[in-house]
């Protein structure tokens, strides 16, 4: 049977902005909208679309917007540290260098994805001109025990046997690139959980900063609030990195075995 295509929830944004011809500021541009708690409530990125669901200017959106904190409740205005050094912001310039890290991964993601397309593409054609080539040998067999020829039954029966192992190369390498699939999706929610754990530790670089000067962004301000949001972050980033390594070793293992059936039939052609 085909493979089911994947789709996944789209991201917040994207949604709103479809739910209406006039979407409002954030669904447009994802800045943030004041919570009651005086804190930041901003829109969320909850899932991730594939390059083959979504325009270009929607993984613009997707990709281009990661980074304004999707996803956190608390977050310190940047306006409320602006008087404060450089010099004394060391953790949150290197907080922010994660960040970037992160939407390193998701833009390497990305390029991954693109490529597995290409791939399919190419596997798609081997697979049918593997079928194309065990009706032609079969073909040639069956004529060459009609002629009672001994050597051109040999060589067709050998022909037959390549054709038919091109099979089994064409059907692993297709469930290779499956489970790679699966791979570059886990990969891509790591990169997202990257991300959001990255903002939530600048959120709380600052709201640290804050607190050593004395400065309180809000009413009901409190560094246990960012700190207790930077550790949930923090803990899905871990659980999504652990489940995309799994999905990185469950395809490197398909890879060498699509890798020798591809060696056994090269052999057999000699």
């Avoid at 450089?86 to 992160?102: H, I, P, T, Y």
């Avoid at 040999?154 to 059907?171: F, L, Y």
């Amino acid at each position: 049977m085909p493979r089911p295509a994947r789709i996944s929830e789209a991201p917040t944004i994207l949604r709103a902005a479809s739910q209406s011809h006039t979407p409002g500021a954030a669904a447009l541009t994802g800045r943030p909208e004041p919570s009651d708690d005086g804190g930041m409530t901003t829109i969320g990125l909850s899932g991730r679309l594939s390059p083959r669901q979504v325009s270009p200017f929607a993984l613009l959106c997707v990709i281009g917007i990661a980074g304004c904190g999707g996803g956190l409740k608390y977050k310190v205005d940047d306006s409320a540290i602006d008087s404060i050094s450089s010099g004394d912001k060391q953790d949150v310039f290197a907080a922010q260098n994660d960040l970037e890290v992160a939407h390193s991964e998701q833009r390497t993601v990305k390029t991954q994805i693109d490529e597995l397309d290409r791939e399919r593409s190419v596997a798609k054609n081997e697979k049918e001109q593997a079928s194309l080539e065990v009706e032609k040998a079969g073909t040639e067999q069956e004529s060459a025990n009609a002629s009672h020829d001994e050597n051109r039954a040999n060589s067709a029966r050998h022909g037959k046997e390549i054709a038919d192992m091109g099979v089994q190369v064409s059907a692993a390498k297709m469930a290779w690139l499956d489970e790679k699939e699966d791979w570059l999706d886990a990969s891509a929610k790591a990169a997202d959980a990257h991300e959001a754990a990255a903002q939530a530790k600048v959120e709380l670089a600052k709201a640290k900063l804050a607190q050593q000067k004395g400065i309180k962004p809000s009413g009901d301000f409190s560094v246990g609030n960012f700190e207790e949001q930077w550790k949930d972050k923090n803990d899905d980033w871990q659980s999504a990195k652990k489940k995309a390594d799994s999905e990185q070793k469950s395809t490197q293992e398909r890879e060498t075995k699509w890798k020798e059936i591809s060696t056994q039939q090269a052999k057999m052609k000699g």
